[in-house]
C-alpha cells in the first residue's frame, strides 16, 4: 500500500494534458475568429448566409464537376420542373433520407441536383437520345458524389454530408457559432451570477434570502429541461410551418442559457464569498473604514474569481454540450451552422454514414475535454493553495 | 419537538421552492406564441374564441390562472391536451418508464464505481490508476447523445447484439426489457460512473492513510478484506451523497436519452408536448419533474442528514 503524498503541484503549465488542451482550445479559438475567412471548399458564403448549404460550390480541386453539378442542374429543372419546388423547404432537407449507395444501379436511380441541395429525384431510365451525354455525365457526378461522401477523399478530408456539404469546412464554420454560444452565455451568465451570489453573501439579510430562494426555484428544474422550455417558448415561430431565423435562435440560446447559468454559477459565488467575508483581512479592511465597494473589489472579488473561473470553464463544455442536445431535440440551431446542428442535421445517415456523425461528436468531445482539463487544473491549483493557507 | 420543527420547516421550504419553480413554469407557458382558441377550434367567432378562453382559465391574471391550476393539481386533475385527452394517463404510463431508466442507471453506475475507485485508490499512483481516471474522464467529457448515437448505431445496429431503440414494460417481456435498456442505460451511466469512482477514490486514500488501517495490514488481513471491509464503509458517505444528489440531475439527462432510445417516458412526451403546443401538458410535466427533483434531493439531504450526523446543523 503506498502513502504518497497525495496533492502534487499541478499547474496548467506543467501539467502535458493542460497543454494539449490550452492549445486545442487555442485552435478552435483560432478556427472561430478566421474560419469563416478562410476559403474553405468555397462554402463560406453559403455558410454566412445561415440558412442555405449549397454542395460544391468551388471546391479548389472539384471545380469542372461543381460546374457540371450546375449544369446537370438546369437540364434537370427543364426535364422536371417540379423537383425544384420539393427542396426549398428547410424540413424537407432535413429529412431527406440517406442514399443508398447500393440501390443506386447507374441507369435507374441517379441522384438530382439544384440550387438548393441534394434530393433522391428518380430520373426515368431511359431519357430520350439527345439526353445520352447527360446521362454519362450523371453517372459521372454521381460516382464523385459517392466517392465524396467517404471518409475521407482528395477534396474532402473528412468527406461530405449528404447535402453534399463538406464537414471539415462545417466544422471550421460552426466553430465561431459554438463558441460564441457557449463563451457568451457563460461570459453574462458569471457575470450577472457573481454579481447577484457575492453581493448577497456580503449584505446577508432579506435579500440573501430572496436571491438564494430564486436560485433554488429555477435549479429545482433540471437544466436541460428548463432550456428546451425556453427555447420552444422564445423561439417557436407563430405558425408551425414558419422558420425562425438563425440570429434570433442564437440570441434566444444565448438569453436561456444565460438564465440557466446564472443561479449554477451564482450559487458557487455566494458559497465561495461566504467563505472569505468573515477572513481576518477583510475584518481588518473593514476596521480600517474601507467602503463596501472597495472591500468587494480588492478583498472579496480577486479571491473569488478563481474558483468561478474553474467552474466557467467546466459550463463551457456543458454549454457546448446542451447547445447539441438541444439542436438533436429540435428546438436549438438546424441550420448546419454549428457543431450540434451538424449533428442533428446529420443524425438521420448515421446507420449508411458513421462519418458524418462521428467527426463532429469527437470534435466536441475534444473541446468539451479541453475546458474540462483546463477547469480541473485550475480547481487543483486552487485546493493546492487553500491547503498551504 | 426541535426535530419535528426542523422538519417542518424543511418540508415548507420544499414546497415554496416547488410553488415558486411551478409559478415560473404557468407563466413562460402562457408566453407561447399563438392563440390556443384558434388552435381548438380554427374557425370560431369572436365570442367562441372568448368562450374557449374563459373556459381554460386563459382570460386571467398570472396569479389566478396559476391558483386555479395549482388547485386541480392538488384535487389529482392535471389538465387537458388541447387537441383532446386527459394528460394524467399519460404521465402515469410515462413515470415508470423514466424512473427504471434512472433507477437502473444508478445502480449500474454504483457497481462499476466502487470496485473501480476503491481499486484505483489501492492502486494509487500506478498505471492502472492514471488509465483509469484519464479514460473515464474523456468518456465523461463525452457528450452524451454522441455516446448514444453511437451505441445505438455500432451496438445496436450493426452489430445486432441488442435492439437499438425501443421500451417494453417489465411486466410484458423480462428479458426483453432488460435487453432494451442496456444501451440507455449504460449511455446514462458513463458520466455517474467518472464521478463516483473519482470521489470513492479520493476518500479511500484518505481512509488508507487512518492508523487502523495500519494496524489491520499489522495483523496480516489480506489487503482485499482490508479494503471492502474496512475501508469502504466510512470513505463511502461522500459517495452515497453524491449519489443520491445526482439523481435529480439524472432526470434531465435522462431526457435527451428517452428521445434517442424512443423510450416513451417523460422525456419524450415533454419533447411531444412542445413540438405540438400542448400548453397545459407542458406545465404538468415540468411541474412534475420540478416535483421528483426537489423530492429526491430533499428526502435524500434528510437522510443523510439522519445518517450521518457530522453533517447536521450545517446549511449548505
Known amino acids: ?42 462554402i463560406g458564403q453559403t455558410f454566412n448566409d445561415g440558412v442555405q448549404l449549397k454542395p460544391f460550390t468551388n471546391c479548389g480541386f472539384m471545380g469542372p464537376l461543381a460546374q457540371s453539378v450546375s449544369g446537370t442542374s438546369d437540364s434537370e429543372t427543364s426535364t422536371q420542373p417540379q423537383a425544384d419546388t420539393s427542396v426549398v423547404d428547410e ?43 447527360d446521362a454519362e455525365q450523371q453517372e459521372r457526378d454521381r460516382q464523385e458524389l459517392i466517392r465524396s461522401l467517404q471518409m475521407s477523399n ?52 432579506w435579500f440573501d434570502r430572496i436571491v438564494f430562494l430564486v436560485f433554488n426555484i429555477i435549479l429545482s428544474i433540471p437544466t436541460l429541461v428548463l432550456a428546451f422550455a425556453l427555447i420552444a417558448i422564445f423561439a417557436t415561430p407563430l405558425r408551425p410551418d414558419d422558420t425562425v431565423p438563425d440570429s434570433t435562435k442564437i440570441r434566444v440560446l444565448i438569453g436561456s442559457l444565460v438564465i440557466i447559468l446564472i443561479p449554477q454559477l451564482g450559487r458557487i459565488a455566494r458559497s465561495a464569498a461566504l467563505q472569505w467575508i468573515n477572513r481576518d483581512f477583510v475584518i481588518a479592511s473593514r476596521s480600517i473604514g474601507s467602503s463596501h465597494i472597495s472591500i468587494l473589489f480588492k478583498r472579496i472579488i480577486p479571491n473569488v474569481l478563481p474558483s468561478i473561473f474553474a467552474v466557467g470553464f467546466l459550463a463551457l463544455g456543458a454549454i457546448i454540450v446542451i447547445e447539441g442536445s438541444l439542436s438533436l431535440l429540435g428546438v436549438g440551431l438546424n441550420s448546419g451552422n454549428s457543431w450540434g446542428s451538424l449533428i442533428a442535421r446529420n443524425s438521420g445517415d448515421f446507420i449508411d454514414y458513421p462519418h458524418v456523425v462521428y467527426i463532429p461528436v469527437i470534435v466536441i468531445a475534444f473541446t468539451v475535454i479541453s475546458v474540462n482539463k483546463i477547469g480541473d487544473l485550475i480547481r487543483q491549483s486552487l485546493d493546492n493553495r487553500e491547503a498551504k493557507i | 419537538m426541535k426535530k419535528l420543527i426542523n422538519i417542518l420547516t424543511r418540508l415548507s421550504r420544499v414546497a415554496l421552492i416547488l410553488m415558486g419553480a411551478t409559478f415560473l413554469v404557468s407563466i413562460l407557458v402562457r408566453q407561447l406564441p399563438g392563440d390556443v382558441a384558434l388552435l381548438i377550434n380554427p374557425v370560431a367567432s369572436a365570442a367562441e374564441r372568448d368562450a374557449i378562453r374563459h373556459e381554460l382559465g386563459l382570460d386571467r391574471n398570472y396569479f389566478s390562472a396559476y391558483l386555479m391550476w395549482l388547485s386541480q393539481i392538488l384535487r389529482g386533475d392535471f389538465g387537458i391536451f388541447i387537441f383532446g385527452g386527459k394528460v394524467f394517463p399519460v404521465i402515469k404510463s410515462a413515470i415508470p418508464a423514466t424512473l427504471q431508466l434512472i433507477f437502473y442507471t444508478q445502480i449500474l453506475a454504483l457497481v462499476i464505481a466502487i470496485p473501480l475507485g476503491v481499486l484505483s485508490a489501492f492502486k494509487q499512483g500506478t498505471r492502472f490508476d492514471k488509465l483509469t481516471s484519464t479514460s473515464l474522464f474523456s468518456l465523461a467529457s463525452f457528450p452524451n447523445f454522441g455516446i448514444g448515437l453511437i451505441l445505438a448505431v455500432v451496438v445496436g445496429a450493426n452489430l445486432g447484439i441488442v435492439p437499438p431503440s425501443g421500451y417494453i414494460r ?19 451511466a458513463v458520466g455517474p460512473i467518472a464521478t463516483y469512482t473519482r470521489l470513492l477514490r479520493a476518500e479511500v486514500i484518505a481512509t488508507l492513510r487512518e492508523d487502523y488501517v495500519l494496524l489491520a495490514k499489522s495483523k496480516g488481513i489480506s489487503d482485499k478484506r482490508i479494503l471492502f471491509r474496512h475501508v469502504l464503509r466510512p470513505s463511502s458517505t461522500t459517495l452515497m451523497t453524491s449519489a443520491a444528489l445526482s439523481m435529480g440531475n439524472l432526470i434531465g439527462g435522462a431526457l435527451i436519452i428517452e428521445i434517442i432510445f424512443v423510450i416513451p417516458g417523460l422525456g419524450t412526451q415533454l419533447a411531444k408536448a412542445i413540438g405540438t403546443r400542448e400548453f397545459f401538458a407542458i406545465q404538468s410535466y415540468v411541474a412534475i419533474i420540478a416535483v421528483f427533483f426537489l423530492i429526491f434531493n430533499s428526502v435524500v439531504d434528510s437522510l443523510i442528514n439522519a445518517v450521518d450526523p457530522r453533517t447536521r446543523n450545517r446549511r449548505a
Open chain 1, 1 to 42: 500500500m503506498q502513502l504518497t503524498q497525495e496533492r502534487e503541484t499541478v499547474v496548467l503549465k506543467n501539467s502535458l494534458g493542460g497543454k494539449i488542451a490550452l492549445s486545442w482550445l487555442g485552435t478552435i479559438i483560432f478556427c472561430a475568429i478566421f474560419g469563416p475567412l478562410l476559403p474553405i471548399a468555397g
Open chain 1, 91 to 133: 424540413s424537407a432537407t432535413q429529412d431527406t433520407a440517406p442514399i443508398d449507395t447500393e440501390s443506386l444501379p447507374g441507369s435507374t436511380v441517379a441522384p438530382a441536383f439544384d440550387d438548393d441541395g441534394f434530393t433522391e429525384e428518380t430520373l426515368p431510365p431511359d431519357l430520350s437520345g439527345e439526353n445520352s451525354v
Open chain 2, 170 to 188: 417489465i411486466t410484458e417481456d423480462l428479458s426483453q426489457h432488460f435487453k432494451l435498456m442496456l444501451l440507455p442505460v449504460l449511455t446514462l
Open chain 1, 154 to 205: 482528395r477534396c474532402f478530408i473528412f468527406g461530405t454530408t449528404t447535402e453534399g456539404t463538406d464537414i471539415f469546412a462545417a466544422l471550421i464554420h460552426g466553430t465561431r457559432t459554438s463558441l460564441s454560444i457557449s463563451f457568451l452565455s457563460v461570459f453574462f451568465g458569471g457575470l450577472i451570477g457573481c454579481l447577484l451570489g457575492i453581493t448577497a453573501a456580503y449584505t446577508r439579510g
